[in-house]
Structures are given as structure tokens and as C-alpha cells.
Nanobody, 126 residues
Framework: QVQLVESGGGLVQAGGSLRVSCAAS????????MGWFRQAPGKEREFVAG????????AYADSVKGRFTISRDTAKNTVYLQMNSLKPEDTAVYYC???????????????????WGQGTQVTVSS
């Protein structure tokens, strides 16, 4: 079965950096778009970044554009989210997800993803 395992979250001061990882098994990420979403307390889950199946079409939410970078290592079947210039409003549980259909660009809609990781907490202190 498909499993996604996130890691790398933690506590960081505002202006700092973190890199979170998502190791996939049971599905080859080079054939599927991957996405990162986040959910803060009391808020709905929101799209953060996505990368298409070719690995060449990253997409970002306006709130993170220029600060976050999504990438992947197909040899490790792992997707990364590099987060720089972190702000307290970036505090959330971060989830990775894999698209339900292969060979597509990434989508900002959670409905287009069928497998999700358990999430990793990112806390940014002011």
C-alpha cells in the first residue's frame, strides 16, 4: 500500500529555515504529482506547494512564494519542502500528499490527492 512519512518539522525562530521531507513507498513519485498542505489550529487545510509528475512545474501559494521551495529526489522517492524566512503565521501541521491520478501537474485542491502523510508540526516563534 501507499505510505507517506513526513519528517523534519520542529521549532524555529521567525526568520529561520527548516526543511521537511516526505518519504513515499508503494508509489513512484516520478509518475505522480506531489503536494504539500498545512493546517493551523482552527483553520482549514490549505495548499502550500506542489510539483508535477515531470518535476519541472512547481506551484506555490501566494503566501509562501519566494520563501518556500518544493523539490524531489526520485532516487530516494522523497519530496522536500525547503522553508526560508519563516513567519509565525507559517505555524501549522504540514502534510504531504500524492495525486490520485498519474502523469498530471500538481493541483491546489486537496480533492485531487488520495494518500496523505501523518503530518509534521512546524512552529515558528516570534
Amino acid at each position: 500500500q501507499v505510505q507517506l512519512v513526513e519528517s523534519g518539522g520542529g521549532l524555529v525562530q521567525a526568520g529561520g529555515s527548516l526543511r521537511v521531507s516526505c518519504a513515499a513507498s508503494g508509489r513512484t513519485i516520478s509518475n505522480y504529482a506531489m503536494g504539500w498542505f498545512r493546517q493551523a489550529p482552527g483553520k482549514e487545510r490549505e495548499f502550500v506547494a506542489g510539483i508535477g509528475w515531470t518535476g519541472t512545474t512547481p506551484a506555490y501559494a501566494d503566501s509562501v512564494k519566494g520563501r518556500f521551495t518544493i523539490s524531489r529526489d526520485t532516487a530516494k522517492n522523497t519530496v522536500y519542502l525547503q522553508m526560508n524566512s519563516l513567519k509565525p503565521e507559517d505555524t501549522a501541521v504540514y502534510y504531504c500528499a500524492t495525486a490520485s491520478r498519474g502523469y498530471t501537474d500538481s493541483s491546489s485542491s486537496s480533492r485531487d490527492y488520495d494518500y496523505w502523510g501523518q503530518g509534521t508540526q512546524v512552529t515558528v516563534s516570534s
